[in-house]
Nanobody, 116 residues
Framework: QVQLVESGGGTVQPGGSLRLSCVASGLTFSTYLMSWYRQAPEKEREVIAVITSGGGTTNYADSVKGRFTISRDNDKNTVYLQMNSLKPEDTAVYYC?????????WGQGTQVTVSS
């Protein structure tokens, strides 16, 4: 049974930082491309960061480029999202996703709220 469990969300002031974690189990983590998505109220879910299976390549949405960093530790079956210089518009539920051909799995999400 595959499980992805996100943690690290919370409420932070504008300009603050948070680090999200997503721990995977029940799959061969090192063979999956990992992504972070987010969904704000009344908006569609959007991909914001992607990292290849070996961690050698990352890509970011323009809205988070330069502020967020995705990384992974294949020994710990964990993908991270370091979020700096947070803005109110970053408020959303953040999800991790594991993907490879014909298979994809989602976590349950963790809420991030940026507010003064």
């Amino acid at each position: 049974q595959v499980q992805l469990v996100e943690s690290g969300g919370g409420t932070v002031q504008p300009g603050g930082s948070l680090r999200l974690s997503c721990v995977a189990s029940g799959l061969t983590f090192s063979t999956y491309l990992m992504s972070w998505y987010r969904q704000a109220p009344e908006k569609e879910r959007e991909v914001i960061a992607v990292i290849t299976s070996g961690g050698g390549t990352t890509n970011y949405a323009d809205s988070v480029k330069g502020r967020f960093t995705i990384s992974r530790d294949n020994d710990k079956n964990t993908v991270y999202l370091q979020m700096n210089s947070l803005k109110p518009e970053d408020t959303a539920v953040y999800y991790c996703k594991a993907w490879r051909v014909q298979r994809d799995y989602w976590g349950q999400g963790t809420q991030v709220t940026v507010s003064s």
